[in-house]
């Protein structure tokens, strides 16, 4: 494998520039103290953060400064442009368009959204709207999608506020199973026709108050920012340049060169999932191959650290074994992703190395 970088990255978070509760200053702030590397902003509607000359690393921590267009029909995380993407009038696959047009990469912010409902005594009260990605389905109609947005689809699923409260006392336990199921099976159906990069997300606004300048809300930055990163795969190390620095981090998430991660079972940094071909080609996590039906390609995974495995090939499991290190040989075509767990609980999820047909 080429030199790869690691960078553990915050994602689809909100500031005060939008509906988030935290100021840009406070959630660097976050970021540093939860050992991330990177904070993606995605404010709805607007880069008013870049405007205001945040954009750029800041003791260690790299703004990226994307924002969510946010059409009632559903919202798209797009990074990498220079200036709003006006929705209005448009439909989600012009959405996905104009951000391609403008030189960026969008991804669909929890593309599979069904709402939720907190089932009480004569009351059935709607705690959260749906808006799922409508395009998910059409070619060009997104690049990737936000496979897992801890908040949004833990709030979709409580149902009591029991539910509720045990959540939040415990949100590490709570998450520890990782995305919905009907999410990853989805994902993998998408996979089986076209690329989809995914990415995870927390859709974080700290929702409370502010209170003498600070925030005040159950899910504050500092309990979320552990829960799951983005633990992207860099071709370069970040330099502090603001420009390259952003390009560097847009290229990783259009080729799908990253992990979901959940730093708060391990770090991920070391992780690496690729394909060697007979004929000695690389496909990287997130690539793509064309092979023929009869051809091998060995599947190797290396891990920082000894984890139980599972390998998923065409949205059906594999293989499963336990370490920190893997090689397998598959035949012909299919679409493998890994999943790692310690202790029971989810730790690392990959992109996927597609194996597609040769014609």
């Keep these: 494998m080429d030199p790869v970088h690691d960078l553990s990255a915050v994602v689809h978070v909100h500031s005060t520039c939008s509906d988030g509760t935290a100021t840009v200053a406070e959630l660097l702030d976050a970021a540093r103290d939860s050992g991330a590397g990177a904070l993606l902003l995605t404010d709805h509607d607007t880069l008013a953060a870049r405007g205001d000359g945040w954009a750029g690393t800041h003791d260690g921590v790299a703004l990226v400064v994307g924002t969510e267009v946010s059409p009632k029909g559903g919202h798209y995380l797009a990074f990498g442009v220079s200036g709003e993407i006006p929705h209005a009038g448009r439909s989600a696959a012009e959405i996905a368009a104009a951000v391609r047009e403008a030189g960026g990469v969008g991804f669909a912010a929890h593309p599979f959204s069904e709402g939720g409902r907190l089932l009480l005594p004569a009351l059935a009260r709607r705690i959260v709207l749906p808006h799922a990605w ?28 029991a539910e509720v409260l045990r959540w939040l006392r415990d949100p590490v336990a709570a998450t520890a199973d990782g995305p919905p199921p009907r999410q990853l099976a989805a994902w993998d159906a998408l996979s089986a026709r076209r690329r989809v990069p995914a990415l995870g997300g927390l859709d974080g606004h700290a929702p409370g108050v502010r ?21 992207l795969l860099l071709d370069e190390p970040l330099t502090g340049d603001p420009a390259r620095d952003e390009a560097t981090v847009v290229a990783a998430l259009r080729a799908g060169a990253m992990w979901l991660a959940r730093p708060c079972v391990a770090p991920a940094d070391g992780a690496r999932f690729w394909g060697e071909r007979a004929d000695g080609e690389t496909v990287p996590m997130g690539g793509e191959a064309l092979v023929a039906p009869d051809e091998e390609t060995v599947l190797r995974v290396r891990l920082p650290r000894a984890a139980e495995l599972r390998v998923v090939r065409d949205g059906e499991e594999l ?31 990959s992109n996927p190395v597609h194996l597609r047909a040769r014609r």
């Design 134 to 161: 409508p395009a998910l389905d059409q070619p060009g109609g997104c690049d990737g999608i936000e496979l897992w947005s801890v908040t949004t689809d833990a709030a979709e699923a409580w149902r009591s506020p």
């Design 211 to 231: 209170i003498n300048g600070s925030v005040r809300s159950p899910l504050s930055h500092a309990r979320t920012f552990d829960l799951l990163r983005t633990h």
């Design 319 to 349: 293989l499963r074994a336990d370490g920190d290190a893997l090689d397998l040989r598959v035949t012909g075509p299919g679409v493998h992703r890994v999943e790692a767990r310690v202790g029971g609980a989810m730790w690392l999820l």
